[in-house]
């Protein structure tokens, strides 16, 4: 007799939620929710649903764990340089990998979120820093870390000259922003293939300081402009090449700071810009500053402004902006009028990280640049639990609403009672929006 179909696997999502719970977990649940028109709460049992069930073995080929490391590595890379990550740029990177397997592979949603979470791929996860990376990236990020805590114990540097680097960059779509719809609120993204509209330059200090922040603006500015002092402006029509943000930055930022403390110091940077040109080169060396560069693929563990700050800058921003076009979505509106709001915007951010110096400080613990108080690292878990407390806390000054406290998916995870209850009487047939009715089919190569 044919052996009886487990009688969990009915239970599994249907390919159209799985879907919707990739593009969640390739962006985020609130975005995912817009595009489905999905409640965020459905979209998250759904991911929890998924999650309770054993990881069984995929029927046909699939990418092989080495291969799948690449694919993660790739993940983490477009992360890093604000680049898409989504359905269609996924699925085609895993292609290309997946085309030097002898007899084809198949690709399919489920094998997708899948891979998502077991490489821990999801972008808003709250404790990457405990997480760990593919093999080769997690070699790298090892390295690094003996490398600059090597450096800032035999070089005796103070923790005021020990900085860490790195852009934030803002994609606008004018004809949106012109737009009378609703549509206006997705008109300013973090993510884009284009030139950014403007440039934001964060840089912060191991004792806890915040440097100001330069803003490059591609486009004309129309005098006045009310630049807050806690932010540095340059403006031009044609924009700014990856050369010369950071040339800008070295020469109007960092140098000002290193005449104040003669001494060596330390800047940690990510490897995807141009950041190291012979310009930015010479200001450095000139200010006796080593260049600590972050591997590529390593930042959301080992680069102190991305382990707690980075991250919740884009999540006010995107709110603010939020807020804003809805109130105003019959408005005229052009680019000078939302660089000053977002000159505001960023100007608060700035203003809440240089009232909480131990947040900045412990940016550089929890992401291992320097070692604990008592000179050895922290565990891996202990780091993600301070990541998971920065995170919260700078997310409650910026007024972040959270739908659930810290912590609670993991509970929820752990304790199949929960997920009992919360899967109890739940409807196999809810409305299910933004799909045709047909399924996609498993996809083959």
């Not at 860490?164 to 719809?181: K, N, P, R």
């Amino acid at each position: 007799l044919k052996e009886a179909e487990p009688s969990g696997r009915k239970e599994q999502l249907s390919v159209k939620k799985l879907r919707v719970v990739l593009f969640a977990l390739c962006s985020n649940t609130e975005q995912a929710a817009e595009h489905f028109r999905n409640p965020p709460r459905r979209i998250k049992r759904w991911l929890r649903r998924f999650q309770a069930f054993p990881e069984e073995h995929l029927e046909g080929k699939y990418l092989s764990l080495e291969a799948e490391e690449k694919l993660a590595e790739w993940v983490l890379t477009q992360r890093e340089q604000q680049l898409p990550v989504n359905e269609e740029t996924l699925f085609q990177k895993a292609t290309k990998i997946g085309r030097s397997l002898e007899g084809g592979f198949k690709i399919s949603y489920e094998w997708a979120v899948r891979f998502m979470l077991r490489h821990h791929l999801s972008p808003h996860t709250r404790r990457a820093v405990a997480q760990p990376l593919p093999k080769g990236v997690e070699d790298n990020a090892g390295l690094f870390i003996d490398f600059v805590q090597r450096q800032i114990h035999t070089q005796d540097l103070p923790l005021s000259m020990i900085a860490a680097v790195d852009e934030l960059s803002l994609f606008l779509d004018a004809e949106v922003l012109a737009g009378g719809d609703d549509r206006k609120e997705n008109a300013l993204q973090t993510v884009g293939n284009g030139e950014p509209w403007c440039e934001v330059v964060l840089s912060i200090l191991a004792d806890g300081g915040v440097l100001p922040a330069l803003v490059l603006f591609r486009g004309r500015l129309r005098p006045p402009a009310n630049v807050p002092d806690s932010i540095l402006l340059e403006a031009r029509e044609g924009g700014y090449g990856d050369d010369e943000l950071m040339e800008l930055w070295a020469s109007r930022v960092w140098r000002k700071h290193t005449r104040c403390q003669p001494s060596k110091a330390m800047l940690v940077l990510d490897c995807h810009r141009t950041h190291l040109s012979e310009e930015v080169l010479g200001v450095l060396s000139s200010s006796g500053t080593l260049p600590a560069v972050v591997p590529a693929g390593c930042s959301s563990k080992i680069q102190p402004l991305d382990v707690c700050i980075k991250r919740t800058v884009k999540d006010f921003l995107h709110k603010k902006w939020k807020e804003q076009a809805k109130e105003m979505a019959d408005s005229s509106w052009d680019a000078d009028i939302l660089l000053q709001l977002v000159l505001c915007w960023l100007a608060q951010v700035l203003q809440v990280l240089a009232d909480s110096p131990e947040l900045v400080q412990q940016s550089f613990l929890v992401s291992s640049v320097l070692p604990g108080p008592d000179g050895t690292a922290n565990t891996p878990s202990r780091n993600g639990d301070m990541q998971e407390e920065l995170i919260a806390s700078l997310e409650e000054q910026l007024k972040l609403s959270r739908e659930s406290p810290p912590g609670l998916e993991q509970q929820e995870l752990a304790d199949p009672g929960i997920l009992q209850q919360l899967f109890e009487g739940e409807s196999e047939t809810e409305s299910f929006h933004g799909f045709e009715e047909a399924d996609l089919e498993l996809m083959e190569f």
